[in-house]
């Protein structure tokens, strides 16, 4: 301990009461971490008070994004917390936010002490909502490089073939069609859609292989208003395995199988060498 060397037991108790909603909140220091955790030991049941004040702390996190303090409000507490009385003793070392705040020496209203809590936890959620953003955006830009990679490389194999997907039905009538992109050998592959009937939000394209005439999903997938559309994807074997491939609409949530007809289908076997 530092500066509460010179305080009497019970002063030192009223401040590590002092510190019960901070430590609730998590922004209290090691030291007063250490004192609140030693008051809550020998009082068992100011833990009921430390659940009250937990409670608090969740339903302001999961609260609307907070409004802009009264004004003023932040410059009164900012001027609370940099003039304390004459007669209060300079720290060893700077205190806690929360130390800043409470210390009852300094007179801070109630309603400061939630406004500065409030503003503060809005910063706090504010910053994790920010890093989670560009942490999703930096991981889908990497995917999207690695697909936009592979698609290259597949499309200048020496041995690429391109082949023509259409509407098994109508092959000549319908104006949707695919085109498949592949390199014998590799378990991956490109389509390339064309014309394709435009999907509300709630259904996309759902691509699939046949195995001994068992249908196996290869991912979904959207097309751009005009129909056209471009698809990576990945095969569990080489492409020589299956007997057709197919595009269908499905539900946005995709499916286990095929449950309307398909747009286009191609029959594998025929381009086998």
Known sequence: ??????????????EARSLLPGYAFGITTEEETRQVEALLAQHPEL???????????????????????????????????????????????????WRQIMTPSWRVSPALVAVALVVWLGVV??????????????????????EQDMALALMRASDVRWIKMNDPQEPEAS???????????????????????PLDESMAYQLWVAEDGNP????????????????????????TRYERMGITPEPAGGSAGPTAPPVVRLDLERFQS
């Open 125 to 146: 959620v504010a910053l994790a909502v920010q890093i989670n953003m560009l942490r999703n955006e930096r991981s889908r830009l990497l995917a999207e490089r690695q």
């Open 175 to 197: 104006p949707a069609f695919a085109w498949l992109i592949y390199s014998p050998g590799e378990r991956a592959g490109v389509i390339l859609t064309n014309n394709f009937p």
């Open 1 to 14: 301990m530092t500066q509460d060397d010179t305080r009497t037991p019970e002063e030192q108790e009223e």
């Open 216 to 239: 196996i999903s290869l991912g979904l997938f959207r097309v751009n208003p005009d129909g056209s559309g471009a698809y990576i994807f990945e095969l569990p074997d080489d492409i």
């Open 47 to 97: 833990r009921a008070e430390l659940a009250d004040y937990r409670r608090l702390s969740e339903a302001m996190l999961a609260a609307t994004p907070p409004q802009e303090p009264p004004e003023g409000a932040l410059d009164r507490l900012m001027q609370a917390i940099a003039e304390p009385d004459a007669g209060t003793a300079a720290p060893e070392k700077p205190d806690s936010l």
